[in-house]
Protein backbone atom coordinates (compact mmCIF):
# COMPACT_ATOMS: atom_id res chain seq x y z
CA UNK A 1 0.00 0.00 0.00
CA UNK A 2 1.18 3.59 -0.51
CA UNK A 3 0.83 6.43 1.02
CA UNK A 4 -2.26 8.75 0.06
CA UNK A 5 -2.50 12.40 0.03
CA UNK A 6 -4.09 14.58 2.83
CA UNK A 7 -7.71 14.61 2.23
CA UNK A 8 -9.76 13.53 5.21
CA UNK A 9 -12.44 15.35 6.02
CA UNK A 10 -11.39 17.31 9.68
CA UNK A 11 -8.27 15.57 10.20
CA UNK A 12 -4.89 17.26 10.74
CA UNK A 13 -2.35 16.75 8.67
CA UNK A 14 -0.35 15.07 11.91
CA UNK A 15 -3.20 12.55 12.62
CA UNK A 16 -3.45 12.06 8.19
CA UNK A 17 0.38 11.54 8.67
CA UNK A 18 -0.11 8.71 11.73
CA UNK A 19 -3.24 7.05 9.42
CA UNK A 20 -0.77 6.27 6.76
CA UNK A 21 1.75 5.37 8.84
CA UNK A 22 -0.31 2.43 10.27
CA UNK A 23 -2.13 1.76 7.28
CA UNK A 24 1.02 0.45 4.84
CA UNK A 25 1.88 -1.46 7.76
CA UNK A 26 -1.41 -3.61 8.09
CA UNK A 27 -2.34 -7.20 6.42
CA UNK A 28 -5.19 -7.46 4.34
CA UNK A 29 -6.69 -8.64 8.04
CA UNK A 30 -5.98 -6.51 10.02
CA UNK A 31 -7.17 -4.04 7.99
CA UNK A 32 -10.71 -5.23 7.52
CA UNK A 33 -10.60 -5.65 11.74
CA UNK A 34 -9.73 -1.97 11.58
CA UNK A 35 -12.20 -1.18 9.27
CA UNK A 36 -15.10 -2.88 11.84
CA UNK A 37 -13.51 -0.69 14.96
CA UNK A 38 -13.55 2.77 12.96
CA UNK A 39 -17.05 2.14 12.09
CA UNK A 40 -17.86 1.68 16.05
CA UNK A 41 -16.01 4.62 16.73
CA UNK A 42 -18.14 7.03 14.53
CA UNK A 43 -21.30 5.14 15.78
CA UNK A 44 -20.39 5.81 19.05
CA UNK A 45 -19.41 9.37 19.11
CA UNK A 46 -22.91 10.00 17.76
CA UNK A 47 -24.54 8.19 20.48
CA UNK A 48 -25.81 9.20 23.74
CA UNK A 49 -23.06 9.73 26.14
CA UNK A 50 -20.29 9.82 23.41
CA UNK A 51 -17.58 7.52 22.93
CA UNK A 52 -16.87 4.37 25.16
CA UNK A 53 -13.71 2.65 24.03
CA UNK A 54 -14.48 -0.79 25.99
CA UNK A 55 -17.81 -1.06 24.15
CA UNK A 56 -16.37 -0.19 20.85
CA UNK A 57 -13.58 -2.61 21.27
CA UNK A 58 -16.18 -5.30 22.49
CA UNK A 59 -18.35 -4.71 19.32
CA UNK A 60 -15.32 -4.85 16.68
CA UNK A 61 -13.93 -8.18 18.25
CA UNK A 62 -13.67 -10.55 15.11
CA UNK A 63 -15.47 -13.79 15.89
CA UNK A 64 -12.52 -15.77 15.18
CA UNK A 65 -8.72 -14.58 16.51
CA UNK A 66 -6.98 -12.34 13.49
CA UNK A 67 -3.73 -14.99 12.23
CA UNK A 68 -0.72 -13.56 13.28
CA UNK A 69 1.01 -10.95 11.03
CA UNK A 70 3.11 -12.38 8.55
CA UNK A 71 6.74 -11.30 8.74
CA UNK A 72 6.71 -9.73 4.86
CA UNK A 73 9.98 -8.26 2.75
CA UNK A 74 10.21 -4.59 1.71
CA UNK A 75 9.60 -4.65 -2.33
CA UNK A 76 10.67 -1.71 -4.59
CA UNK A 77 10.11 -1.14 -8.27
CA UNK A 78 12.43 0.79 -9.73
CA UNK A 79 11.74 2.40 -13.51
CA UNK A 80 13.88 4.23 -15.83
CA UNK A 81 11.97 5.42 -18.69
CA UNK A 82 12.60 7.36 -21.33
CA UNK A 83 8.81 7.19 -23.27
CA UNK A 84 6.70 6.14 -20.09
CA UNK A 85 6.60 1.86 -21.51
CA UNK A 86 8.72 1.25 -17.90
CA UNK A 87 6.60 3.25 -15.91
CA UNK A 88 3.24 1.93 -16.85
CA UNK A 89 4.77 -1.84 -16.41
CA UNK A 90 6.33 -1.24 -12.95
CA UNK A 91 2.54 0.54 -11.65
CA UNK A 92 1.62 -2.65 -13.55
CA UNK A 93 3.80 -4.88 -11.01
CA UNK A 94 3.12 -3.30 -8.00
CA UNK A 95 -0.47 -3.60 -9.15
CA UNK A 96 -0.53 -7.35 -9.00
CA UNK A 97 1.32 -7.56 -5.87
CA UNK A 98 -0.86 -5.89 -4.04
CA UNK A 99 -3.50 -8.28 -5.37
CA UNK A 100 -1.29 -11.18 -3.75
CA UNK A 101 -0.89 -9.15 -0.28
CA UNK A 102 2.60 -7.49 -1.17
CA UNK A 103 2.97 -3.79 -0.34
CA UNK A 104 5.28 -2.66 -3.08
CA UNK A 105 7.19 1.04 -3.15
CA UNK A 106 7.23 1.92 -7.15
CA UNK A 107 10.25 4.53 -7.47
CA UNK A 108 11.45 6.60 -10.77
CA UNK A 109 15.22 6.23 -10.89
CA UNK A 110 15.22 10.31 -11.20
CA UNK A 111 13.59 10.67 -7.63
CA UNK A 112 14.83 8.00 -5.93
CA UNK A 113 17.24 8.53 -3.00
CA UNK A 114 20.49 6.22 -3.82
CA UNK A 115 21.36 5.98 0.22
CA UNK A 116 17.97 3.33 0.55
CA UNK A 117 19.84 1.18 -1.66
CA UNK A 118 21.57 -0.19 0.96
CA UNK A 119 18.50 -1.17 2.93
CA UNK A 120 16.52 -2.43 -0.10
CA UNK A 121 15.24 -5.80 0.76
CA UNK A 122 13.53 -6.98 -2.63
CA UNK A 123 14.34 -4.81 -5.84
CA UNK A 124 12.38 -5.48 -9.10
CA UNK A 125 14.35 -2.83 -11.83
CA UNK A 126 12.92 -2.21 -15.35
CA UNK A 127 14.46 0.11 -17.30
CA UNK A 128 14.67 1.04 -21.35
CA UNK A 129 17.67 1.98 -23.28
CA UNK A 130 18.33 4.95 -24.95
CA UNK A 131 20.35 4.82 -28.06
CA UNK A 132 23.44 2.79 -28.08
CA UNK A 133 23.56 1.71 -24.56
CA UNK A 134 23.00 4.60 -23.01
CA UNK A 135 20.69 4.98 -19.40
CA UNK A 136 17.21 6.72 -20.12
CA UNK A 137 18.30 10.82 -19.68
CA UNK A 138 16.23 10.54 -16.45
CA UNK A 139 17.99 8.11 -14.77
CA UNK A 140 21.79 8.78 -15.66
CA UNK A 141 22.38 9.81 -11.95
CA UNK A 142 21.28 6.45 -10.52
CA UNK A 143 23.29 4.42 -13.37
CA UNK A 144 26.21 6.98 -12.65
CA UNK A 145 26.18 5.75 -8.58
CA UNK A 146 24.78 1.69 -9.52
CA UNK A 147 28.57 1.45 -11.63
CA UNK A 148 30.36 3.72 -9.14
CA UNK A 149 32.28 3.17 -6.30
CA UNK A 150 29.98 4.65 -3.85
CA UNK A 151 27.51 1.99 -4.45
CA UNK A 152 26.93 -0.47 -1.18
CA UNK A 153 27.65 -3.83 -1.51
CA UNK A 154 24.44 -5.56 -1.30
CA UNK A 155 24.52 -9.67 0.73
CA UNK A 156 20.91 -8.97 1.43
CA UNK A 157 19.03 -7.85 -1.70
CA UNK A 158 16.87 -10.10 -3.93
CA UNK A 159 16.65 -8.34 -7.53
CA UNK A 160 15.27 -9.04 -10.53
CA UNK A 161 14.97 -7.14 -13.67
CA UNK A 162 13.28 -6.53 -16.96
CA UNK A 163 15.00 -5.03 -19.90
CA UNK A 164 13.04 -2.79 -22.45
CA UNK A 165 15.22 -2.46 -25.90
CA UNK A 166 14.82 -1.69 -29.65
CA UNK A 167 16.61 -4.97 -31.69
CA UNK A 168 17.28 -2.15 -34.41
CA UNK A 169 20.02 -0.61 -31.97
CA UNK A 170 23.25 -3.15 -31.58
CA UNK A 171 23.42 -2.72 -28.13
CA UNK A 172 19.77 -4.12 -27.56
CA UNK A 173 18.60 -3.62 -23.64
CA UNK A 174 22.06 -2.60 -22.90
CA UNK A 175 20.50 -0.34 -19.99
CA UNK A 176 19.32 -3.09 -18.36
CA UNK A 177 22.19 -5.51 -18.50
CA UNK A 178 24.71 -2.84 -17.25
CA UNK A 179 22.07 -3.18 -14.03
CA UNK A 180 21.45 -6.70 -14.07
CA UNK A 181 25.50 -7.46 -14.16
CA UNK A 182 25.96 -4.79 -11.57
CA UNK A 183 23.27 -5.84 -8.89
CA UNK A 184 25.11 -9.30 -9.24
CA UNK A 185 28.60 -7.68 -8.76
CA UNK A 186 27.89 -5.84 -5.63
CA UNK A 187 26.50 -9.06 -4.40
CA UNK A 188 22.59 -9.48 -4.96
CA UNK A 189 20.65 -12.86 -5.45
CA UNK A 190 18.81 -12.99 -8.35
CA UNK A 191 15.32 -13.76 -8.10
CA UNK A 192 14.43 -14.47 -11.80
CA UNK A 193 16.30 -14.71 -14.98
CA UNK A 194 16.43 -11.29 -16.99
CA UNK A 195 14.36 -10.77 -19.65
CA UNK A 196 14.95 -8.38 -22.57
CA UNK A 197 11.84 -7.47 -24.51
CA UNK A 198 12.36 -5.78 -28.39
CA UNK A 199 9.44 -3.19 -28.62
CA UNK A 200 6.51 -5.44 -28.87
CA UNK A 201 7.21 -6.03 -24.93
CA UNK A 202 3.88 -6.60 -24.14
CA UNK A 203 4.38 -10.60 -25.62
CA UNK A 204 7.28 -10.96 -23.01
CA UNK A 205 6.73 -8.76 -19.89
CA UNK A 206 3.45 -10.46 -18.75
CA UNK A 207 5.21 -13.94 -18.09
CA UNK A 208 8.11 -12.50 -16.29
CA UNK A 209 5.79 -10.16 -14.05
CA UNK A 210 3.55 -13.60 -13.37
CA UNK A 211 6.92 -15.24 -12.53
CA UNK A 212 8.98 -12.47 -10.10
CA UNK A 213 5.41 -12.00 -8.20
CA UNK A 214 4.41 -15.56 -7.84
CA UNK A 215 8.23 -15.92 -6.25
CA UNK A 216 7.32 -12.89 -3.68
CA UNK A 217 4.44 -13.84 -2.64
CA UNK A 218 2.82 -16.23 0.25
CA UNK A 219 3.14 -19.95 -0.60
CA UNK A 220 0.15 -21.35 -2.58
CA UNK A 221 -0.86 -17.78 -3.80
CA UNK A 222 -2.08 -18.10 -7.53
CA UNK A 223 -0.64 -15.28 -9.64
CA UNK A 224 -2.57 -14.85 -12.91
CA UNK A 225 -1.89 -12.30 -15.31
CA UNK A 226 -3.37 -11.12 -18.56
CA UNK A 227 -0.89 -9.98 -21.31
CA UNK A 228 -3.90 -7.30 -22.02
CA UNK A 229 -3.31 -5.48 -18.67
CA UNK A 230 0.04 -5.04 -19.87
CA UNK A 231 -0.83 -3.45 -22.83
CA UNK A 232 -3.19 -1.11 -21.37
CA UNK A 233 -1.40 0.15 -18.04
CA UNK A 234 2.00 0.12 -19.91
CA UNK A 235 1.27 3.69 -21.48
CA UNK A 236 -1.57 5.17 -18.98
CA UNK A 237 -4.40 7.04 -20.78
CA UNK A 238 -4.04 10.58 -20.27
CA UNK A 239 -6.13 12.26 -18.05
CA UNK A 240 -10.07 11.28 -18.97
CA UNK A 241 -9.50 9.93 -22.15
CA UNK A 242 -9.61 6.45 -22.69
CA UNK A 243 -7.14 6.88 -26.50
CA UNK A 244 -3.97 5.78 -25.75
CA UNK A 245 -0.74 3.61 -27.64
CA UNK A 246 -3.27 0.63 -28.46
CA UNK A 247 -6.45 2.35 -28.96
CA UNK A 248 -4.91 5.96 -31.00
CA UNK A 249 -7.45 8.91 -31.71
CA UNK A 250 -8.34 9.73 -35.06
CA UNK A 251 -7.24 13.88 -35.25
CA UNK A 252 -8.22 15.40 -37.95
CA UNK A 253 -5.42 17.71 -39.88
CA UNK A 254 -6.12 21.21 -39.48
CA UNK A 255 -3.11 22.42 -41.44
CA UNK A 256 0.17 20.92 -42.81
CA UNK A 257 2.56 23.47 -43.86
CA UNK A 258 6.58 23.63 -44.70
CA UNK A 259 8.31 26.01 -42.17
CA UNK A 260 11.42 26.12 -44.20
CA UNK A 261 11.92 29.09 -46.97
CA UNK A 262 12.85 28.46 -50.64
CA UNK A 263 16.59 26.89 -51.07
CA UNK A 264 16.66 25.50 -48.16
CA UNK A 265 18.46 22.09 -47.49
CA UNK A 266 15.86 20.48 -45.47
CA UNK A 267 12.00 20.70 -45.22
CA UNK A 268 10.31 21.23 -41.87
CA UNK A 269 6.70 20.96 -41.45
CA UNK A 270 4.47 22.68 -39.11
CA UNK A 271 1.42 19.99 -38.77
CA UNK A 272 -1.72 21.06 -37.04
CA UNK A 273 -4.18 18.58 -35.47
CA UNK A 274 -7.71 18.65 -34.10
CA UNK A 275 -8.16 16.64 -30.59
CA UNK A 276 -11.52 18.07 -30.51
CA UNK A 277 -14.07 15.65 -28.75
CA UNK A 278 -11.04 13.10 -27.57
CA UNK A 279 -11.02 13.98 -24.02
CA UNK A 280 -6.97 14.52 -24.75
CA UNK A 281 -4.70 16.66 -22.58
CA UNK A 282 -1.30 17.34 -22.56
CA UNK A 283 1.01 19.49 -20.76
CA UNK A 284 4.09 21.65 -22.19
CA UNK A 285 7.03 19.28 -22.49
CA UNK A 286 4.91 16.25 -23.43
CA UNK A 287 5.28 14.20 -27.31
CA UNK A 288 2.92 13.36 -29.48
CA UNK A 289 2.25 9.43 -30.69
CA UNK A 290 2.16 9.18 -34.30
CA UNK A 291 1.07 5.76 -35.22
CA UNK A 292 2.09 5.57 -39.21
CA UNK A 293 1.59 3.35 -42.77
CA UNK A 294 4.54 2.79 -44.45
CA UNK A 295 4.92 3.74 -47.67
CA UNK A 296 2.59 1.84 -49.97
CA UNK A 297 4.85 1.68 -52.99
CA UNK A 298 7.64 -0.09 -50.91
CA UNK A 299 5.04 -2.37 -49.49
CA UNK A 300 4.18 -3.46 -53.00
CA UNK A 301 7.89 -3.86 -54.36
CA UNK A 302 8.80 -6.00 -51.46
CA UNK A 303 5.68 -8.29 -52.24
CA UNK A 304 6.64 -8.30 -55.64
CA UNK A 305 10.11 -9.23 -55.34
CA UNK A 306 8.77 -12.27 -52.90
CA UNK A 307 6.28 -12.92 -55.31
CA UNK A 308 3.53 -12.74 -52.78
CA UNK A 309 -0.17 -11.66 -52.92
CA UNK A 310 -1.33 -9.30 -50.83
CA UNK A 311 -4.79 -10.64 -50.38
CA UNK A 312 -3.13 -13.49 -48.59
CA UNK A 313 -4.43 -13.78 -45.35
CA UNK A 314 -2.10 -13.99 -41.91
CA UNK A 315 -3.15 -13.62 -38.46
CA UNK A 316 -1.22 -10.98 -36.36
CA UNK A 317 -1.90 -10.36 -32.45
CA UNK A 318 -4.84 -12.50 -32.78
CA UNK A 319 -6.06 -10.81 -35.83
CA UNK A 320 -7.21 -11.55 -39.42
CA UNK A 321 -5.32 -9.44 -42.30
CA UNK A 322 -4.47 -9.46 -45.50
CA UNK A 323 -0.79 -9.67 -45.75
CA UNK A 324 -0.66 -6.19 -47.91
CA UNK A 325 -2.42 -4.36 -45.03
CA UNK A 326 -0.10 -5.92 -42.23
CA UNK A 327 2.99 -5.12 -44.14
CA UNK A 328 1.19 -1.32 -44.22
CA UNK A 329 0.34 -0.97 -40.70
CA UNK A 330 1.67 -3.87 -38.61
CA UNK A 331 5.49 -4.08 -39.12
CA UNK A 332 8.32 -2.32 -40.41
CA UNK A 333 9.64 -2.94 -43.92
CA UNK A 334 12.59 -0.52 -43.79
CA UNK A 335 14.84 -0.99 -41.04
CA UNK A 336 16.81 -3.64 -40.34
CA UNK A 337 17.42 -5.24 -37.41
CA UNK A 338 19.79 -8.10 -35.97
CA UNK A 339 16.77 -10.39 -35.80
CA UNK A 340 16.24 -10.05 -39.41
CA UNK A 341 19.88 -10.77 -40.44
CA UNK A 342 19.81 -14.09 -38.24
CA UNK A 343 16.42 -14.58 -40.26
CA UNK A 344 16.96 -14.49 -43.70
CA UNK A 345 20.17 -15.74 -43.10
CA UNK A 346 19.14 -19.31 -41.91
CA UNK A 347 16.26 -18.70 -45.13
CA UNK A 348 18.57 -17.96 -48.03
CA UNK A 349 21.60 -19.77 -46.66
CA UNK A 350 23.32 -16.66 -47.30
CA UNK A 351 27.26 -17.15 -46.30
CA UNK A 352 27.45 -13.09 -45.95
CA UNK A 353 24.84 -12.80 -43.80
CA UNK A 354 25.77 -15.69 -41.87
CA UNK A 355 29.20 -14.18 -41.61
CA UNK A 356 27.55 -11.39 -39.69
CA UNK A 357 25.61 -13.04 -36.53
CA UNK A 358 27.43 -13.23 -33.14
CA UNK A 359 28.07 -10.76 -30.53
CA UNK A 360 32.34 -10.62 -32.34
CA UNK A 361 30.34 -8.87 -35.32
CA UNK A 362 28.74 -6.26 -33.96
CA UNK A 363 30.67 -3.33 -35.59
CA UNK A 364 30.24 -4.99 -39.04
CA UNK A 365 26.60 -5.97 -38.38
CA UNK A 366 25.98 -2.40 -37.00
CA UNK A 367 27.50 -0.84 -40.47
CA UNK A 368 25.80 -3.37 -42.83
CA UNK A 369 22.25 -2.19 -41.37
CA UNK A 370 22.78 1.31 -41.78
CA UNK A 371 23.88 0.79 -45.21
CA UNK A 372 20.91 -1.68 -46.05
CA UNK A 373 16.86 -1.89 -46.28
CA UNK A 374 14.76 -5.04 -45.45
CA UNK A 375 14.27 -4.21 -49.18
CA UNK A 376 17.75 -4.31 -50.00
CA UNK A 377 18.41 -7.54 -48.73
CA UNK A 378 15.45 -9.65 -50.27
CA UNK A 379 16.68 -8.53 -53.42
CA UNK A 380 20.38 -8.82 -52.64
CA UNK A 381 20.21 -12.78 -51.02
CA UNK A 382 16.64 -14.31 -52.58
CA UNK A 383 14.78 -16.99 -51.18
CA UNK A 384 12.21 -19.02 -53.54
CA UNK A 385 9.24 -20.14 -52.46
CA UNK A 386 8.59 -18.42 -49.11
CA UNK A 387 5.15 -18.00 -47.36
CA UNK A 388 3.85 -15.01 -46.29
CA UNK A 389 3.86 -16.24 -42.18
CA UNK A 390 7.99 -17.01 -42.82
CA UNK A 391 8.02 -13.39 -43.71
CA UNK A 392 6.96 -11.77 -41.22
CA UNK A 393 8.42 -13.99 -38.37
CA UNK A 394 11.55 -12.12 -39.32
CA UNK A 395 9.88 -8.77 -39.49
CA UNK A 396 9.68 -6.23 -36.07
CA UNK A 397 6.21 -4.88 -35.07
CA UNK A 398 5.87 -1.26 -36.71
CA UNK A 399 5.89 1.41 -33.79
CA UNK A 400 4.30 4.66 -33.07
CA UNK A 401 6.80 7.77 -33.22
CA UNK A 402 7.03 10.31 -30.52
CA UNK A 403 7.25 13.96 -31.50
CA UNK A 404 7.15 16.86 -28.78
CA UNK A 405 4.41 18.89 -29.16
CA UNK A 406 5.15 22.48 -30.05
CA UNK A 407 1.80 24.17 -28.43
CA UNK A 408 0.13 24.66 -25.56
CA UNK A 409 -3.71 23.83 -24.80
CA UNK A 410 -3.81 26.95 -23.02
CA UNK A 411 -3.15 28.66 -25.88
CA UNK A 412 -4.59 26.59 -28.16
CA UNK A 413 -7.26 24.31 -26.87
CA UNK A 414 -8.25 20.85 -28.57
CA UNK A 415 -5.14 21.12 -30.66
CA UNK A 416 -1.60 19.72 -30.67
CA UNK A 417 1.45 21.67 -32.99
CA UNK A 418 4.21 19.37 -34.11
CA UNK A 419 7.36 20.69 -35.64
CA UNK A 420 8.32 17.92 -38.30
CA UNK A 421 11.44 17.44 -39.99
CA UNK A 422 10.88 15.30 -43.30
CA UNK A 423 13.36 12.35 -43.14
CA UNK A 424 14.61 12.04 -47.12
CA UNK A 425 17.97 10.44 -47.99
CA UNK A 426 19.78 8.07 -50.91
CA UNK A 427 21.12 4.79 -50.22
CA UNK A 428 22.33 2.88 -52.45
CA UNK A 429 21.99 5.06 -55.54
CA UNK A 430 17.92 4.92 -54.48
CA UNK A 431 15.83 7.56 -52.60
CA UNK A 432 14.62 7.00 -48.98
CA UNK A 433 12.65 8.39 -46.36
CA UNK A 434 11.94 8.18 -42.43
CA UNK A 435 8.67 6.33 -41.96
CA UNK A 436 6.78 8.63 -40.19
CA UNK A 437 7.95 11.89 -41.40
CA UNK A 438 7.10 10.97 -44.95
CA UNK A 439 4.06 9.41 -44.30
CA UNK A 440 2.89 13.07 -42.35
CA UNK A 441 4.30 14.99 -45.14
CA UNK A 442 2.35 12.87 -47.59
CA UNK A 443 -0.37 11.76 -45.85
CA UNK A 444 -1.33 14.80 -43.46
CA UNK A 445 -3.08 17.40 -46.18
CA UNK A 446 -6.29 19.38 -44.53
CA UNK A 447 -8.99 16.83 -43.06
CA UNK A 448 -6.86 13.86 -43.76
CA UNK A 449 -6.82 11.30 -40.17
CA UNK A 450 -4.05 11.03 -38.31
CA UNK A 451 -4.11 8.08 -35.38
CA UNK A 452 -2.38 9.69 -32.34
CA UNK A 453 -1.78 9.22 -28.92
CA UNK A 454 0.04 11.18 -26.22
CA UNK A 455 2.60 10.75 -24.57
CA UNK A 456 3.61 12.11 -21.28
CA UNK A 457 7.32 13.61 -20.12
CA UNK A 458 7.38 13.79 -17.03
CA UNK A 459 10.61 14.78 -17.19
CA UNK A 460 10.68 17.77 -19.20
CA UNK A 461 8.76 20.11 -17.03
CA UNK A 462 8.15 24.03 -16.86
CA UNK A 463 9.03 25.34 -13.34
CA UNK A 464 6.99 27.89 -11.44
CA UNK A 465 6.29 31.05 -13.44
CA UNK A 466 9.01 33.05 -11.51
CA UNK A 467 11.85 31.12 -12.20
CA UNK A 468 14.01 31.95 -15.10
CA UNK A 469 14.57 29.61 -18.04
CA UNK A 470 17.20 28.40 -20.66
CA UNK A 471 16.40 26.91 -23.56
CA UNK A 472 18.50 25.26 -26.09
CA UNK A 473 17.76 23.43 -29.17
CA UNK A 474 18.83 23.67 -32.50
CA UNK A 475 16.27 22.20 -35.76
CA UNK A 476 13.04 20.90 -34.63
CA UNK A 477 14.43 20.88 -31.18
CA UNK A 478 12.92 23.98 -30.90
CA UNK A 479 9.24 22.76 -30.87
CA UNK A 480 8.83 21.85 -27.09
CA UNK A 481 10.16 26.15 -26.59
CA UNK A 482 7.01 27.43 -28.65
CA UNK A 483 5.11 25.14 -26.30
CA UNK A 484 6.68 26.67 -22.84
CA UNK A 485 6.08 30.25 -24.42
CA UNK A 486 2.77 29.83 -25.29
CA UNK A 487 1.98 28.64 -22.20
CA UNK A 488 4.24 31.33 -19.84
CA UNK A 489 2.17 34.18 -22.36
CA UNK A 490 -1.64 32.61 -21.65
CA UNK A 491 -0.35 32.63 -17.83
CA UNK A 492 1.66 35.79 -17.73
CA UNK A 493 4.66 34.35 -16.48
CA UNK A 494 7.19 36.74 -14.48
CA UNK A 495 10.33 34.23 -15.17
CA UNK A 496 12.78 35.26 -17.44
CA UNK A 497 13.14 33.05 -20.91
CA UNK A 498 16.64 32.73 -22.88
CA UNK A 499 15.74 30.67 -26.32
CA UNK A 500 19.60 29.55 -27.96
CA UNK A 501 18.82 28.49 -31.06
CA UNK A 502 20.56 26.57 -34.12
CA UNK A 503 19.62 25.85 -37.62
CA UNK A 504 21.32 25.83 -41.21
CA UNK A 505 20.44 29.31 -42.94
CA UNK A 506 19.05 32.35 -40.99
CA UNK A 507 17.07 33.04 -44.59
CA UNK A 508 15.85 29.50 -45.19
CA UNK A 509 15.66 27.63 -41.79
CA UNK A 510 14.57 30.21 -39.27
CA UNK A 511 11.69 28.44 -38.00
CA UNK A 512 8.71 30.80 -36.79
CA UNK A 513 10.98 33.78 -36.90
CA UNK A 514 8.36 36.28 -36.59
CA UNK A 515 7.16 34.24 -33.39
CA UNK A 516 10.13 34.51 -31.43
CA UNK A 517 10.48 38.16 -33.06
CA UNK A 518 6.58 38.74 -31.38
CA UNK A 519 7.47 37.34 -28.30
CA UNK A 520 10.80 38.82 -28.15
CA UNK A 521 8.98 42.57 -28.38
CA UNK A 522 6.13 41.80 -25.40
CA UNK A 523 8.61 40.31 -23.47
CA UNK A 524 7.13 37.08 -23.33
CA UNK A 525 10.69 36.12 -24.40
CA UNK A 526 13.57 37.54 -22.52
CA UNK A 527 16.59 36.89 -24.52
CA UNK A 528 16.94 34.75 -27.87
CA UNK A 529 20.63 33.67 -29.61
CA UNK A 530 21.00 32.57 -32.63
CA UNK A 531 23.50 30.30 -34.44
CA UNK A 532 23.11 29.34 -38.42
CA UNK A 533 25.89 27.25 -38.81
CA UNK A 534 26.21 27.48 -42.86
CA UNK A 535 25.86 31.36 -43.01
CA UNK A 536 29.59 31.87 -41.97
CA UNK A 537 32.85 29.96 -41.88
CA UNK A 538 33.98 28.70 -39.28
CA UNK A 539 30.89 27.31 -38.48
CA UNK A 540 29.16 28.33 -35.45
CA UNK A 541 26.52 26.22 -33.44
CA UNK A 542 24.75 26.95 -30.17
CA UNK A 543 27.41 25.63 -28.10
CA UNK A 544 29.64 28.07 -29.39
CA UNK A 545 27.06 31.09 -28.63
CA UNK A 546 26.77 29.80 -24.98
CA UNK A 547 30.71 30.00 -24.74
CA UNK A 548 30.31 33.75 -26.35
CA UNK A 549 28.10 34.60 -23.49
CA UNK A 550 29.36 32.33 -20.83
CA UNK A 551 29.45 34.96 -17.96
CA UNK A 552 25.31 35.54 -18.17
CA UNK A 553 24.97 32.03 -18.53
CA UNK A 554 26.91 31.22 -15.50
CA UNK A 555 24.92 34.28 -13.90
CA UNK A 556 21.69 32.65 -14.79
CA UNK A 557 22.24 28.93 -13.47
CA UNK A 558 23.18 31.21 -10.19
CA UNK A 559 19.77 32.74 -9.76
CA UNK A 560 17.93 29.61 -10.12
CA UNK A 561 17.45 29.49 -14.06
CA UNK A 562 16.58 25.87 -15.53
CA UNK A 563 18.15 24.98 -18.47
CA UNK A 564 16.66 22.28 -21.31
CA UNK A 565 18.28 21.00 -23.87
CA UNK A 566 16.71 19.49 -27.21
CA UNK A 567 17.28 18.26 -30.32
CA UNK A 568 20.34 15.74 -30.94
CA UNK A 569 21.14 13.12 -28.84
CA UNK A 570 24.30 12.10 -30.74
CA UNK A 571 26.12 15.25 -31.15
CA UNK A 572 23.68 18.34 -29.82
CA UNK A 573 23.45 17.07 -26.00
CA UNK A 574 26.86 15.95 -25.38
CA UNK A 575 28.80 18.86 -27.17
CA UNK A 576 26.06 21.36 -24.84
CA UNK A 577 26.60 19.26 -21.44
CA UNK A 578 30.26 19.96 -22.26
CA UNK A 579 30.23 23.34 -23.04
CA UNK A 580 28.38 23.99 -20.05
CA UNK A 581 31.20 22.24 -17.53
CA UNK A 582 33.61 24.44 -19.38
CA UNK A 583 31.61 27.39 -18.81
CA UNK A 584 31.08 26.53 -14.64
CA UNK A 585 34.95 26.09 -14.69
CA UNK A 586 35.85 29.17 -16.51
CA UNK A 587 33.71 31.14 -14.46
CA UNK A 588 33.38 29.73 -10.89
CA UNK A 589 36.93 28.73 -10.62
CA UNK A 590 35.88 24.99 -9.57
CA UNK A 591 37.72 22.16 -11.29
CA UNK A 592 36.42 19.61 -13.38
CA UNK A 593 35.30 17.45 -10.93
CA UNK A 594 33.57 20.21 -8.73
CA UNK A 595 31.61 21.08 -12.11
CA UNK A 596 30.91 18.09 -12.54
CA UNK A 597 29.13 17.88 -9.67
CA UNK A 598 27.63 21.01 -9.77
CA UNK A 599 25.97 19.87 -12.68
CA UNK A 600 24.74 16.68 -11.65
CA UNK A 601 23.21 18.56 -8.99
CA UNK A 602 20.72 20.66 -10.87
CA UNK A 603 20.11 17.05 -12.56
CA UNK A 604 19.30 15.81 -9.74
CA UNK A 605 17.63 19.48 -8.96
CA UNK A 606 15.14 18.63 -12.31
CA UNK A 607 16.80 22.26 -12.80
CA UNK A 608 19.04 20.69 -16.09
CA UNK A 609 16.55 18.81 -17.80
CA UNK A 610 17.20 17.02 -21.75
CA UNK A 611 14.69 15.63 -24.34
CA UNK A 612 17.28 14.28 -26.98
CA UNK A 613 16.52 11.89 -30.10
Not at 59 to 82: N, S, W
Amino acid sequence: MTKMEFSGPGLSSDQWERINDLAVSLQPAQALWLSGYFAGVGSAARAPGGFDQVAVLERAKPDQPLAPAIETRTLTVLYGTETGNSRGLAKTVAEVAKQQGIVATVSDMADYKTRKLKDEQDLLVITSTHGEGDPPQSAVAFFEFLEGRKAPKLPDLRFAVLALGDSTYEKYCEGGKRIDRRLEELGATRLEARVDCDVDFDEAAPGWIKAVVAKLAPQDSAVTLAPAAVRVSAIAPAATSTFDKQNPFAATVIDNIVLTGRGSSKETRHIELSLEGSGLVYEPGDALGVVPRNDPAVVETVLNCLGLAPDASVSVKQKQLSLGEALSSAFEVSAVTPRFIDHWAELSGAAALARLRGPEQAEARSAFMREHHVLDIIRQFPVKGIDADALLRGLRPLQPRLYSISSSLAAVPDEAHLTVGTVRYDLDGQPRAGVASSYLAQHAAPDAVVPVYIQSNPHFRLPQDDAPILMIGAGTGVAPYRAFMQEREVRGASGRSWLVFGERNFRSDFLYQTEWQGLLKDKVLTRMDVAFSRDRTPKAYVQDRLRQNSRDVYAWLEEGAHIYVCGDAAHLAPDVHATLLDIIVQESGRDAAAAADYLAALQRDHRYQRDVY
